[in-house]
């Protein structure tokens, strides 16, 4: 395969909004489309039906959760393509030039539910991923001590992890601001919306297609774009943080 071809990769995307992403970046992406998930037999299953529909997306198997399967899913993308051009992770690869992470808006309803203190701290744009790990991990300790609500955290675990996701996001986006301003790379976190997922349920308004929008078109953000970058969008439209 040659470097020179362009190539999105999908977390997570044998179904619900992650194979809705695939499936229309396999139509709008003027390159390959890798599908990945951590279960083979799933993701290639999800690979013959996009097939069955006149698309032609790769299939590589990831689990987010090993090391060893993410060092060899990046080897793969070396070799094949001498890096990765865009990435929608449903939640580090070198070369990336667009990076969608899907979290929620409900990180932003949960953290208006935070404390101040803790407000002050997920908004604060000097955070370092250290910082929030520490914090995630004393919300998990305050959670299992049952003081988390003394300690200023709201009363949901899934808001947690999405201000986790929304604010790694913003740290990653600053991090490539300053380290590699020069190579174009636009990175945000986005909400699809309420979608009808296994997760959420067959009552959600919307559907995966229609859940896909946004992420696909942060993904797709034309190469002279200057933004948005480190933001939360939703509807395609940026939300403060």
């Known amino acids: 395969m040659s470097s020179a071809t362009r190539v999105a990769l999908v977390t997570g995307a044998?179904?619900?909004?992650?194979?809705?992403?695939?499936?229309?970046?396999?139509?709008?992406?003027?390159?390959?489309?890798?599908?990945?998930?951590?279960?083979?037999?799933?993701?290639?299953?999800?690979?013959?039906?996009l097939q069955a529909e006149g698309l032609s997306p790769r299939f590589h198997l990831l689990d987010i959760n090993d090391l060893q399967s993410?060092?060899?899913?990046?080897?793969?993308?070396?070799?094949?393509?001498?890096?990765?051009?865009?990435?929608?992770?449903?939640?580090?690869?070198a070369f990336k030039s667009r990076v969608v992470n899907v979290s929620s808006l409900v990180s932003l309803k949960a953290l208006k539910k935070c404390s101040p203190e803790l407000q002050q701290k997920f908004r604060s744009k000097a955070i370092t991923e250290e910082?929030?790990?520490?914090?995630m991990n004393k919300f998990v300790e305050d959670t299992k001590?049952?003081?988390?609500?003394k300690e200023g955290w709201p009363d949901t675990a899934y808001g947690v992890t999405k201000i986790g996701v929304t604010v790694l996001s913003r740290i990653h986006a600053r991090n490539l601001s300053e380290q590699r301003k020069g190579d174009k790379?636009?990175?945000?976190?986005?909400?699809?919306?309420?979608?009808?997922?296994?997760?959420?349920?067959?009552?959600?308004?919307?559907?995966?297609?229609?859940?896909?929008?946004?992420?696909?078109y942060l993904a797709l953000l034309?190469?002279?774009?200057?933004?948005?970058h480190g933001e939360f969008v939703m509807e395609k439209k940026v939300e403060q943080w």
């Open 145 to 149: 001590k049952g003081v988390h609500r």
């Open 222 to 228: 034309p190469s002279d774009a200057d933004g948005p």
């Open 14 to 49: 044998n179904k619900g909004i992650g194979f809705a992403i695939a499936r229309d970046l396999c139509r709008q992406f003027s390159g390959d489309v890798v599908l990945t998930a951590r279960d083979e037999a799933r993701g290639r299953a999800a690979v013959q039906q």
């Open 70 to 93: 993410i060092r060899a899913l990046r080897d793969f993308l070396r070799k094949e393509y001498g890096g990765l051009d865009v990435l929608v992770n449903n939640a580090g690869i």
């Open 185 to 216: 790379i636009l990175l945000n976190a986005c909400c699809p919306g309420w979608v009808r997922t296994d997760m959420a349920g067959p009552k959600a308004p919307k559907s995966p297609e229609e859940g896909a929008k946004t992420p696909v």
């Open 131 to 135: 910082e929030l790990v520490g914090l």
